[in-house]
């Protein structure tokens, strides 16, 4: 049986009409073509409602998007600091929450490695080009362009699934992680130090996060991330099986 996975949607909005629950395709499409059925969760605000999602569910992944609330890590809001929508930050946190409690594996990529760390307690820059200074861009080029490379650590779960230790990616993201929350540990970086990579310490548990968008990229242009999904989605099967038994 395919293992079920939670693809959290956010809230956009419509020209001529209420607002939509959606996001990119490329989020679904990907967890398909890795052999996953993907459950696709509104920011709903009943708690219960939001168990009976988690609970059919076998792994938690988390999309891209819009910047987080700084309030999540305790700061101040920037003038740079983008729209945030406080709907899906809480039902993101909540279904980690529930993820670390019984060790259901979870992948984030871009805002969603950046809402695992804060998930753990740490913090972001809320806008690179202010709080960072000089160094490099991070917000360029387009969705299907590997704009720079990451170097990652030897021993990491990420270089074993990749068979790399340095690949190019794409880069479009102004946030990124600063301070790292407490049971996690960096493993890829940008060339300028930037953390590109985190996995969760606690033994037994598939927690991975990516700044650069593999889901665009998975195909043709870097056919070496569709291991990454592949295995996320393998790592679901396995923890499936594992409560059946």
């Keep these: 049986m395919k293992p079920l996975i939670t693809v959290t949607l956010a809230e956009r909005p419509a020209p001529d009409g209420p607002p939509i629950w959606g996001d990119h395709s490329t989020y679904l499409s990907c967890m398909m073509a890795a052999g996953a059925v993907p459950i696709a969760v509104p920011p709903v605000p009943d708690y219960e409602q939001l168990a009976r999602y988690y609970e059919l569910a076998d792994g938690v992944f988390l999309p891209g998007g819009d910047d987080i609330d700084p309030n ?143 889901e665009t990229l998975y195909g043709d242009i870097e056919p070496r991330f569709r291991e990454l999904f592949r295995v996320f989605v393998e790592e679901a099967v396995d923890w499936r099986q594992g409560e059946r038994r």
């Excluded at 805002?111 to 753990?120: C, P, S, T």
């Excluded at 049971?183 to 548990?205: M, N």
């Design 72 to 214: 999540r890590y305790g700061e101040a809001r920037l003038a740079e600091c983008g729209a945030h929508h406080s709907g899906k930050d809480e039902v993101e946190l909540t279904l980690i929450q529930w993820a670390r409690r019984d060790k259901k594996p979870i992948l984030g990529v871009c805002r969603g490695a950046q809402l695992l760390n804060v998930a753990y307690g740490g913090t972001l820059y809320q806008d690179l080009s202010t709080q960072r200074g000089a160094g490099m861009v991070h917000n360029e080029g387009d969705w299907c362009e590997l704009v720079h490379p990451v170097s990652i650590l030897e021993g990491a779960r990420l270089r074993e699934i990749l068979s790399v230790g340095t690949i190019k990616v794409n880069s479009l993201h102004h946030q990124a992680v600063k301070v790292l929350g407490e049971g996690l540990r960096s493993v890829a970086f940008a060339p300028d130090g930037l953390i590109e990579g985190v996995e969760g310490t606690a033994e037994g548990h598939f927690v991975l996060g990516v700044q650069c968008h593999p």
